[in-house]
């Protein structure tokens, strides 16, 4: 009985683990590896046709990303997760592989010219489609086996809808351990899904640690913070642009403007036109207006039982092609953009900022993390000019951050998943899924609740029966991301001094629980900190 970590050790993409019983070999997700974190997508450290089944937390594509790659490659076992799962992954694998089909494209052209020999694509949207072929669906609560000595049971991670944490019951020569994985544990009061549920009792615990250095801000209410926005911009004759993941989010927003329109809390421009601009979006949200009995949140399921449409209202424009998608941009009536991707580093979205960027009566909301290295990064560390399409675009829209929306669980909230195994005879946590500079860190917290923990390594392996490493892993390399920033680039000093104000930042997170008086010199200190650079 063998534990091996295939990705997201000690990074934040490319999730995949394995574990071996009987003779029997089982993945627990398989993710695409993405940004900074990318090493080689196409090598995996075992044999594609050797795997007997492969159990999915959820739909990202960091965690789901590479299974077209293995049934290209010769997998022929099964693929288990939970039903609204299933009904994302085929759209959203077939955009992946859209992605990897054009990619492969762009590079022949310059291959061919360069007179070097072609690519080939990671896999094409034909391998995506052949995913069905191999999916068994469940419900969450249910116990599946899934061969001999091995049952899985999919609970509500509550991250994005269909997420599931996995528990597997493994039975092995009359020895028995229970291994849980969280997959990514949500955020609480999130709107439409539910708060993650818990697994309380485990010998070996799998678990993520995205956000295990931070805790996040608080707000008010999202709906009137996005109002007002729009209701400011839309009144100058601006448009709001909103970069945002296609899946997920999106639906989010269209939550937000339904209920901003319901009350009727934009007064500027009275039924504003609201367009998303992304086919994958669009199809997402016909998924989201699915049956989604078993999946929803109180308010949410009230919400449908009385006949509302959550994600529908007077003035959506779902566009689909892209001359729908041109013509937003000669259209002059203010009006709000939801495009993707959600860090600016691709897709359309990157025209709607071409058009909107320069303009000082249009705002830019920003809904989610945004990466290092990504142009959304580059516009809320405040770049004056950026280059793109080998253009330069002055950058006089306001850009917002509008924080507060996160998917993911904070430093408490973790700490508070792990700590229900609290009575139980857990051996050993493995933390997984955070950067390099997180994940050792939150396993030192883990240990602080008295659990052996740490941060497992690429390739690393353990024995389960005797809670042994069997196997040292070790830190890939990882590939240097550049994007076109052109002369928009913030200089190093700036980009130091942003540094340091998240450190000062996750210094006064660390310091919440100590004394008043340490606390108030603190703040004081800080106090003439500001008014000595205050220009
Ligand atoms: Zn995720």
Redesign the pocket.
Known sequence: MKLSFFGADQCVTGSCHCLEVNGKKILIDCGLQQGRDEIDNAALPFAPGSIDYVLIT?A?I??SGRVPMLIKQGFHGRIVTTRLTADLLSIMLADSAHIQESDAAYQNRKNERAGRPAVEPLYTVEDAMRLNQFLDTCEYGQTIELCEGVKATFIDAG??LGSASIRLELTEDAEKRTVVFSG?IGNVDQPIIRDPQFFTDADYVVMESTYGDRNHTEVWSYTDELAQIIDETLGKGGNVVIPSFAVGRTQELLYFIREIKDKGLVKSVKDFPVYVDSPLAKAATTIFCGDLRGYLDDEARELVKDGTAMFSFPGLHLTETTDESKLLNMDTTPKVIISASGMCDAGRIRHHLKYNLWKPNCAVVFVGFQSPGTLGRTLLDGAEKVKMFGEDVAVRAKIVNFQGLS?HADHDHLMNWIGQFRDSHVQHVFVVHGDRDVAPLFAENVQRLGFAAHAPQYTEEYDLITCQQTARGYLPERKKVTFESGGGKTSQAYQRLLQMGDSLMALIRRSKGRDNKSLAAFAEAIKKLIERFDF
């Open positions: 959820h990202h960091d965690h991250h994005l990514d998917s």
